[in-house]
């Protein structure tokens, strides 16, 4: 029987791991005075403004489908919304494409884009979507480590070394989930460089592009010779604290938008039109929101990361998104035995960095988008837990 289950099932879906994140998602669900810091969702409702845009839209019968692109007017307001912030023109009729959530963008790019046996450079850590999304595609995900030497960012001379005859596409995640990374301007020049002399796309996954503490933040897309080879990925759910709507989009050239189309349609059909709705009203009405979290964020994220480095957990500041990423390594167990002892014998639950790649192992991820009085009592726990085990 156990034979059959393993021939009945796809072979890129048998190669794919469960995600290490559910194993304690699950078990935080049934621990209610868990302080959680292992999910990375806002703990912010969703604005009042943007939450009655919904509402209204389903009060006044507005129910049907949308175009398989979305709303003309959301990707009229995305587009105005881009040239404002980076100064790169997107046509709203073609050059744009509504997702349910920034989640199934990457999945777009990758099935769209990656031929079976391509290879896609991919920063270590790097989100648990990413590998499988690469996988489920056919392709063959290429992890580049990165360091705490380097506050995490991905360098462009780690990515010169992957490159081979197969490589197609280098996915960044920036700012980066699991650390906090944000790619300086320089870098990211130096990676763009790369991209055009080995003819090589690149998918740019930014949906924590608005939550950015004390740097500069660039997108890949708008350097030189950059657009017509980028496919930019954000959405909604950070910044608006809009995670449950499930509102995403893609901005890539024409032809490469018409292609992802094609999947999208067959698949998802459209984003819902509510939350469309909502998204057009976050665009228009909402930058005070996302600048009241954004503050909230970094000053949560300075008192967590500052705790941290002072009872010997070792931690980048984060420049964007709302992780730390403490190293843990020399506390005699493994980063997985961490989270699994941290969670049942002192009730936080923290993410294991093994479960974003490799160069995770002997950290963890500690999301700090909850209550500062949370984040107040969870290094108390930490402190005590350490105080414990360290060597």
């Keep these: 029987m156990d034979t059959l289950k393993r021939e009945v099932l796809a072979q890129r879906v048998r190669q794919v791991k469960p995600s290490g994140i559910r194993k304690f998602f699950d078990i935080i669900n049934t621990m209610p005075e868990v302080i959680s810091l292992g999910v990375g969702e806002p703990d912010f409702v969703t604005p009042e403004h943007i939450r009655q845009a919904g509402i209204r839209s389903i009060a006044e ?104 005859p197969q490589t197609k596409m280098i996915l960044l995640g920036n700012p980066n989930n699991p650390t906090g990374a944000v790619i300086p301007r320089e870098e990211l020049e130096k990676i763009a460089k790369l991209a055009i002399e080995h003819d090589l796309l690149v998918a740019s996954d930014e949906v924590y592009s608005r939550l950015v503490y004390g740097t500069e933040y660039v997108s890949i897309a708008s350097l030189p010779g950059m657009r017509e080879r980028t496919v930019l990925l954000d959405g909604f759910s950070k910044a608006y604290a809009m995670t449950g709507w499930r509102v995403g989009y893609v901005a890539a050239p024409a032809f490469i938008l018409e292609a992802m189309l094609k999947i999208h349609q067959y698949t998802i059909m459209c984003a819902g039109t509510a939350p469309q709705e909502a998204a057009i009203e976050a665009l228009r009405n909402g930058e005070e929101d996302v600048i009241q979290m954004h503050d909230e964020y970094e000053r949560r994220g300075r008192m967590f990361v500052d705790g941290l480095n002072r009872l010997g957990l070792k931690c980048c500041e984060p420049k964007g998104a709302f992780y730390a990423f403490p190293y843990i390594g020399h506390i005699g167990m493994s980063d997985e035995e961490f989270a699994e002892k941290l969670l049942f014998e002192e009730q936080v639950a923290v993410v294991p960095g093994s479960s974003f790649g490799a160069a995770g192992r002997g950290y963890v991820r500690c999301a700090y988008c909850t209550a500062y009085d949370k984040l107040e009592e969870a290094l108390r726990r930490i402190e005590r837990f350490v105080q414990k085990y360290q060597r």
């Design 61 to 164: 019968g507005r129910t049907q489908y949308t175009s398989n692109y979305g709303m003309i007017e959301l990707r009229q307001e995305i587009s105005a919304m881009l040239q404002r912030r980076y100064g790169v023109s997107y046509d709203p009729a073609t050059e744009l494409l509504v997702t349910v959530g920034v989640s199934e963008g990457v999945d777009l790019a990758m099935r769209t884009l990656i031929n079976p046996g391509d290879e896609v450079i991919a920063p270590d850590p790097g989100y648990v979507a990413y590998e499988a999304d690469i996988t489920f595609a056919g392709g063959v995900a290429v992890p580049v480590p990165t360091y705490a030497e380097h506050q995490f960012a991905i360098r462009a001379e780690d990515i010169a070394k992957a490159i081979t």
